[in-house]
């Protein structure tokens, strides 16, 4: 299992981090998305119908979905606090996959946990 350094690590090995104010909208449920996102310093909020269902910290990846098939996102993120994120398109997660594949099964497995917690709330 990655440690949540060598998470970062992964990423800041790709294009430079974006800046997220407080309140700021990454990404909306529905929208189309073509990367996925790493947390390298604050919280990103994942809200789905308007609600909070996971709060996401450094060292950890969201918005996944979007690399392995799923067109639309299926929540909404929105940065708690200022956050600085890292992120990988297609071509730079197959490479990062290539490169540490262990990378491929954290994201596998975070994912799976994630759609776990989701269809938990939704179904409530």
Do not use: H, W
């Not at 992964?10 to 981090?17: C, E, W």
């Not at 997220?20 to 996925?36: N, R, W």
């Not at 709060?55 to 799923?70: E, H, M, P, Q, S």
């Amino acid at each position: 299992m990655l440690e949540p350094i060598q998470t970062i690590t992964i990423f800041q090995k790709q294009l430079g981090p974006v800046i997220f104010s407080p309140g700021q909208i990454i990404f909306e449920e529905g929208q189309l998305g073509d990367c996925m996102y790493g947390v390298v310093e604050g919280e990103v909020e994942l809200k789905v119908n308007g609600r909070i269902v996971e709060t996401i910290k450094a060292g950890n990846v969201f918005g996944t979905g979007v690399l392995i098939g799923i067109k639309n996102r299926t929540y909404t993120a929105i940065a708690k606090i200022e956050c600085k994120l890292a992120y990988l398109d297609q071509a730079r997660f197959l490479f990062a996959v290539q490169e540490t594949p262990v990378f491929a099964i954290e994201v596998i497995r975070n994912y799976s946990e994630r759609l776990t917690r989701l269809r938990q709330e939704l179904l409530g």
